[in-house]
């Protein structure tokens, strides 16, 4: 072969390395996968459920919902399984569960916020293999717990001691949140492991106090796989990802910018008489949102990590909204949407199921099993921002078998 010969067959092969190589890599102008939340389960009603905001699933699609003084395990198709612990302060007794988590092995993680306390049972006996004290020589009981390191250590949220985040002159809100790193004993291994900026709150000058803010912007943290926490400010599409010890991995920053929901005259008006009443009157609950100077509603409404490593945002959706969540990949791309209702938040996806917390027409709460089907990009993407409305209902009528 003469060198002529020799240059174009080198050639070829670049070029035809180089097509390999773009058809194995995500098309970076790709569209997002859509998918329709079809539910296939719920947990049963009988099991009286009185809130849903611990929730896990392990390997074989059994639901734990920590109901406050008992964790109530599911079956995939929502008949309750068992129920873990009772009321009251012995050992496998619960005040108030915070979080629950389940590790590879299934062995069940359950964090009382009442009692400062993490128990963990073994999978098989439900006995209390131990209990640890959380936070008991901290001046502020931990309000988050989290294990961590295969269960060797656990991440612990403090909130601010006072809570009172009046704007400054450059007009940024709030202190900080503190995070440590514990010993699996709930002694201290690492202090200042994070400081998350916390929960923005209405500020009342007469009389003098503090109170919820349903315009106000807060941290959410999730925890990914053993040893990292993707942290998320609610007023950006920005997720910095740390090592449990504090080290920053990495920020991901996606290109994609999502529209934002301005707050009418009437929504601020509903928020005035839901909060006014005694001792704080109408009129100062209108001066305190008037100081507060937020134009539209939070971009976030909370963040999940799946089993793939995607970021799942949910965008957009003020009250009685349906709210787009979005997975983004590790390099910030936009890579998978759905469409949950009104007050619907997500709490566990695993590959194409998710799982999400919801109130009854009967104002009980519940756990929805979804199966995520993927849809024609017309029904999530021509509209933009949020759905339109009726779209989650239609969507999973057609989708069900009966049509």
Same mark, same amino acid.
């Given at each position: 072969?003469?060198?002529?010969?020799?240059?174009?067959?080198? +050639? !070829?092969?670049? #070029?035809?390395?180089?097509?390999?190589?773009?058809?194995?890599?995500?098309?970076?102008?790709? +569209?997002?996968? #859509?998918? %329709? +939340?079809?539910?296939?389960?719920?947990?049963d009603s009988s099991a009286n459920l009185t809130w849903c905001q611990a929730v896990d699933v392990d390997r074989r699609g059994n639901v734990y919902v920590g109901d406050q003084w008992a964790v109530k395990i599911f079956a995939p198709d929502g008949t309750l399984l068992r129920t873990v612990g009772r009321r009251g302060n012995g050992p496998?007794? &619960?005040? #108030?569960?915070?979080?629950? +988590? !389940?590790?590879?092995?299934?062995?069940? &993680?359950?964090?009382?916020?009442?009692? !400062?306390?993490? %128990?963990?049972?073994? @999978?098989?006996?439900? $006995?209390?293999?131990? %209990?640890?004290?959380?936070?008991?020589?901290?001046?502020?009981?931990?309000?988050?717990? #989290?294990?961590?390191?295969?269960?060797?250590?656990?991440?612990?949220?403090?909130?601010?001691?006072?809570? &009172?985040?009046?704007?400054?002159?450059?007009?940024? $809100?709030?202190?900080?949140?503190?995070?440590?790193?514990?010993?699996?004993?709930?002694s201290l291994l690492r202090d200042s492991v994070l400081l998350l900026r916390e929960r923005e709150n209405l500020v009342y000058r007469d009389p003098v106090a503090v109170g919820p803010n349903p315009f106000g912007r807060e941290t959410y943290l999730a925890v990914a796989g053993r040893d990292r926490?993707?942290?998320?400010?609610?007023?950006?599409?920005? &997720?910095?990802?740390?090592?449990?010890?504090?080290?920053?991995?990495?920020?991901?920053r996606p290109s994609w910018a999502p529209p934002r929901r301005p707050i009418t005259a009437a929504e601020r008006d509903s928020v005035?008489?839901?909060?006014?009443?005694h001792p704080i009157p109408a009129p100062s609950v209108r001066r305190a949102l008037q100081r507060y100077r937020a134009a539209t509603w939070p971009l976030l409404r909370g963040i999940v990590v799946d089993d793939r490593d995607r970021i799942w945002a949910g965008i957009g959706g003020g009250p009685g909204q349906p709210v787009r969540w979005t997975a983004f990949d590790q390099r910030g791309a936009r890579v998978a949407l759905v469409d949950l209702p009104?007050?619907? @938040?997500?709490?566990?996806?695993?590959?194409?199921?998710?799982?999400?917390?919801?109130?009854?027409?009967?104002?009980?709460?519940?756990?929805?099993?979804?199966?995520?089907?993927?849809?024609r990009p017309s029904v999530t993407e021509r509209s933009g921002g949020q759905p339109p409305p009726g779209t989650v209902r239609r969507a999973a009528r057609a989708a069900r078998p009966d049509g």
């Amino acid at each position: 072969m003469n060198g002529q010969h020799r240059w174009a067959a080198a +050639a !070829l092969c670049a #070029a035809a390395a180089a097509a390999g190589c773009r058809r194995s890599a995500p098309p970076g102008g790709e +569209a997002p996968v #859509a998918y %329709t +939340a079809v539910e296939r389960a719920r947990t049963d009603s009988s099991a009286n459920l009185t809130w849903c905001q611990a929730v896990d699933v392990d390997r074989r699609g059994n639901v734990y919902v920590g109901d406050q003084w008992a964790v109530k395990i599911f079956a995939p198709d929502g008949t309750l399984l068992r129920t873990v612990g009772r009321r009251g302060n012995g050992p496998g007794e &619960f005040d #108030a569960i915070g979080s629950v +988590a !389940l590790t590879p092995g299934d062995s069940l &993680f359950v964090f009382d916020l009442g009692l !400062l306390r993490a %128990t963990v049972f073994e @999978p098989g006996t439900w $006995r209390a293999a131990y %209990t640890v004290q959380v936070g008991r020589e901290q001046l502020l009981p931990p309000a988050r717990v #989290a294990r961590v390191r295969g269960g060797r250590a656990l991440l612990a949220v403090f909130e601010n001691a006072y809570n &009172f985040n009046v704007p400054n002159p450059e007009g940024v $809100r709030g202190g900080s949140d503190l995070v440590r790193l514990l010993n699996a004993d709930g002694s201290l291994l690492r202090d200042s492991v994070l400081l998350l900026r916390e929960r923005e709150n209405l500020v009342y000058r007469d009389p003098v106090a503090v109170g919820p803010n349903p315009f106000g912007r807060e941290t959410y943290l999730a925890v990914a796989g053993r040893d990292r926490v993707v942290t998320a400010w609610s007023d950006s599409l920005k &997720f910095d990802v740390h090592a449990v010890d504090g080290r920053r991995l990495k920020t991901i920053r996606p290109s994609w910018a999502p529209p934002r929901r301005p707050i009418t005259a009437a929504e601020r008006d509903s928020v005035v008489a839901a909060l006014a009443g005694h001792p704080i009157p109408a009129p100062s609950v209108r001066r305190a949102l008037q100081r507060y100077r937020a134009a539209t509603w939070p971009l976030l409404r909370g963040i999940v990590v799946d089993d793939r490593d995607r970021i799942w945002a949910g965008i957009g959706g003020g009250p009685g909204q349906p709210v787009r969540w979005t997975a983004f990949d590790q390099r910030g791309a936009r890579v998978a949407l759905v469409d949950l209702p009104a007050n619907t @938040p997500l709490r566990a996806v695993r590959g194409t199921t998710a799982w999400a917390a919801v109130i009854d027409e009967d104002e009980a709460p519940a756990v929805v099993t979804y199966d995520l089907r993927p849809t024609r990009p017309s029904v999530t993407e021509r509209s933009g921002g949020q759905p339109p409305p009726g779209t989650v209902r239609r969507a999973a009528r057609a989708a069900r078998p009966d049509g």
